[in-house]
């Protein structure tokens, strides 16, 4: 049983990283528990917003569709994620219909409180509309194919994680559960043992560059570990946001695909003093 205060619990939530106490203590007063069964409905498409839900244990799936009953709006909202934000924020019904995926535990905020909160904490409000995300999102080649209504969705299926230097992000075997883009940092991948293409690795990857998507897009555990060669900055999207985006739009799943640019670069004459090594790690910045 967790008999850590309220404050200690909100603290947990990214939304509410560098928070000072009192400020916690002062958020506590607008928030209260409710426990949702799974199958249990918080609010319909359509609906005016009333709450804002952060998931404190289990998970929420939104679905929203068009007129024509295809599912234009896809997300699983996981432990310490949070919905009903943006139809918040922007006045608007709500955009997807939310149901617990599972019994899950919610903390609540009421409309009215949630505006006073984000009168009383405008890095709240910054926070909530995920613009460094947008923004991050737009100038990376991968997201080139989404029009900006929908690359609002998609930096709300994205979680900011950071790794630091020699931390490692995943290990090579395990199970492939996300799949994950270079805001800052440099990531090296490498395999051992029977691995296909062992002989490849390692890899290095950049900013605006990404890594994860093998083991998800072919239904398998990780092929290699990747690792933070200097501190990371991470945009995480989960299995099912990765197989979402797939499937909204063709050119994302298109542009995952690799282009060889190790071999590019071993017959570009400017770089034939090189090491096979240096040219690896090069290639982790080229696009």
């Known amino acids: 049983m967790d008999n850590s205060t309220l404050e200690d619990r909100l603290s947990r939530f ?14 506590c007063g607008f928030v209260k528990e ?12 359509g609906d005016p917003p009333d709450a804002f839900f952060l998931v404190e244990n289990g998970s929420v ?3 929203g569709r068009n007129d024509d009953d295809d599912v234009v709006l896809r997300r699983t909202v996981d432990q310490h994620g949070y919905l009903a934000h943006r139809a918040l924020m922007q006045g608007l ?5 939310a149901i617990a995926a599972e019994n899950s ?19 709240l409000q910054e926070r909530l509309s995920r613009i460094h995300v947008i923004n991050r999102l737009m100038a990376i080649p991968l997201f080139g194919g989404f029009p900006l209504e ?7 299926l994205a979680q900011v994680v950071d790794f630091p230097a020699r931390q490692t992000v995943f290990h090579q075997g395990e199970q492939s559960d996300a799949f994950y883009v270079i805001d800052a940092g440099l990531v090296r991948e490498t395999a051992t043992g029977g691995a296909p293409g062992t002989q490849t690795w390692p890899k290095y990857f950049a900013a605006g560059g990404f890594f994860g998507r093998y083991g998800l897009l072919n239904a398998q555990a990780r092929r290699a570990s990747a690792e933070a060669v200097s501190d990371l900055k991470l945009l995480r999207f989960n299995a099912d946001a990765f197989h979402w ?5 063709p050119e994302f799943k298109k542009e995952l695909k690799r282009q060889d640019v190790l071999g590019h670069l071993r017959d570009t ?11 690896k790690q090069l290639s982790g910045y080229v696009g």
């Open 34 to 45: 409710k426990t949702y069964r799974s199958g249990r409905i918080l609010f319909h498409q």
């Open 269 to 279: 004459k400017l770089f034939t003093q090189l090491s096979d090594a240096d040219l």
């Open 93 to 97: 019904a709500h955009e997807a219909t």
């Open 105 to 123: 535990l919610l903390l609540t905020i009421k409309a009215d409180d949630f505006q006073t909160l984000l009168a009383m904490f405008p890095r």
């Open 245 to 249: 985006l797939c499937d909204l739009e």
């Open 150 to 156: 929908q690359l609002i969705h998609v930096a709300d």
């Open 14 to 27: 990214g939304l509410f990283e560098g928070f000072a106490q009192a400020e916690l203590q002062q958020i």
């Open 61 to 63: 799936r939104e679905t």
